[in-house]
């Protein structure tokens, strides 16, 4: 089953987040598959794999397949109207006292102003400071018409998907970015099909007019040249050229508006390459950027991390795996515990070797050299071991920073609590209270690290030594 687990999409994230919402209870089978699904795997690829593993097994609710029908919904019928609005644009800028369409109007809105409002959505993007984390009015629109349509009335998942942010804020921003592009496209398409309409079905001229005698001529004669690069070495017939300029410019003494096949194939083209393949592009992105989002979700939500936790919990006991070597073990705030001391658990229940001992976190002490060269020959990672009341959440926070400065982000780091017992030179751990583990739990899942796991101190059962490496 678990090597049969189909990728993640935003109708499993819906339908996950609603499962866990509500507290749905994890068959002791469906753990057995996620354990075994995820072994050998860490951090977020584990979560994402277990997880969709989890989903597989207890999914009884389809919030996501009704989302997702109302999205086709909504976007069919936003699409329809879009190619609609296009078409009825065209077909309004025709004169019909001059039997002919400006041609300096059809560029200047139905192409400029795309490009306008394109301009306009990347400076609002880049002014929110963080990619793909801001929706704009349409995407908000379509959010709201598609929950409406799907019967979504108290949005539990929906407000658990935007609280979390992230990967998963940005599966559903994406998609609703994909829309708005197929509208785009649809739009665009309507101005096509209302530009051909036009010519085979009326009489109709292009025009352009001014007050001023040479200014619009020049400036068409360039902007002509420039947007006709895509084309204009294989289709010269559809450039317009001087003389075409020329004789379309409009006179107080003209009558009707001449029509030369040169500006409609002209304005043809554009829209095509100016509109409608920019937007076609921009959905393409859009929908990479969704399956890239997906493949990143690291589930670092605290109701993630406790479902996590549950699920896992399982693989903190003896397997056959062999244990890793090079483990680098710091004793924070000087517990006095002994490698000794903590030796078969390290080995039982963190699978680890440890490669390096120190009584005082080195990497919180300032030495680059030092913590540069301690994580390099600790290729497992690295476990800090703390006792249970002395949480300084500032201070830990400081050297998890220090940890992934110095490491990296892919570093496991592993914390290991227990409480302490005996005298110096004779201490022993023990089991942390329930209030401590809570406590822990809370400030490990704050730091959203999809590779920081805390593991509680706890008796194990007594084995041969020979199995404990």
């Not at 389809?62 to 909504?74: E, H, N, P, Q």
Request: hydrophobic content about 50%; some cysteine.
């Amino acid at each position: 089953m678990a090597k049969d687990v189909r990728p993640w999409t935003l109708q499993g994230l819906i339908d996950f987040e609603c499962e866990v919402a509500d507290g749905t209870p994890t068959p002791e089978a469906v753990r057995g598959e996620v354990v075994r699904a995820v072994r050998g795997l860490r951090g977020g690829e584990a979560r994402r794999r277990g997880f969709l593993v989890w989903l597989a097994g207890v999914r009884t609710k389809d919030a996501g397949r009704r989302f997702i029908a109302a999205l086709a919904l909504v976007g069919s019928v936003l699409g329809i109207m879009a190619a609609m609005a296009g078409a009825s644009a065209v077909v309004g800028m025709l004169d019909r006292e001059k039997g002919g369409v400006p041609v300096s109007l059809f560029l200047a809105i139905l192409v400029g102003g795309q490009w306008l409002l394109l301009v306009a959505a990347v400076v609002g993007w880049a002014l929110r400071g963080k990619a793909a984390e801001g929706f704009s009015l349409l995407q908000t629109l379509l959010a709201r018409a598609a929950r409406r349509v799907a019967g979504d009335r108290k949005g539990v998942w929906w407000g658990r998907l935007m609280t979390e942010g992230g990967a998963a804020r940005q599966v559903v921003l994406w998609r609703l970015a994909r829309m708005a592009q197929a509208a785009g496209v649809a739009f665009n398409g309507g101005v096509m099909l209302g530009l051909g309409g036009l010519v085979m079905l009326r009489h109709v001229g292009f025009y352009w007019e001014t007050t001023t005698e040479f200014a619009m001529h020049t400036v068409l004669e360039k902007v002509a040249g420039f947007l006709s690069i895509p084309w204009a070495a294989w289709w010269p017939g559809a450039v317009p050229d001087v003389a075409v300029i020329d004789a379309t410019r409009w006179l107080p003494e003209s009558e009707l508006a001449p029509g030369p096949a040169a500006w409609w194939q002209f304005l043809l083209m554009v829209v095509l390459f100016w509109g409608l393949l920019p937007r076609a592009v921009l959905w393409v992105v859009s929908w990479r950027m969704e399956k890239l989002a997906l493949a990143r979700l690291d589930f670092q939500a605290r109701s993630h991390r406790a479902l996590w936790r549950d699920l896992a919990g399982s693989q903190r006991v003896e397997t056959d795996d062999k244990p890793l070597d090079g483990v680098l073990v710091l004793d924070v705030g000087g517990t006095g515990l002994s490698e000794e001391s903590l030796r078969a658990f390290l080995l039982r229940r963190l699978r680890v070797h440890p490669a390096a001992w120190h009584p005082v976190a080195v990497i919180d002490s300032g030495a680059e050299s030092s913590a540069a060269e301690a994580l390099a020959n600790a290729p497992a990672g690295v476990v800090l071991v703390a006792e249970g009341w002395s949480l300084s959440p500032p201070r830990m926070s400081r050297l998890h920073a220090r940890i992934r400065e110095q490491g990296g982000a892919k570093v496991p780091v592993k914390f290991l609590v227990a409480n302490v017992v005996g005298e110096r030179g004779d201490r022993r751990p023990e089991a942390v209270t329930d209030e401590e583990k809570e406590v822990w739990e809370a400030f490990v899942d704050s730091l959203r690290d999809p590779e920081a796991e805390v593991f509680f101190y706890q008796e194990l059962p007594v084995i041969g030594d020979d199995q404990e490496g």
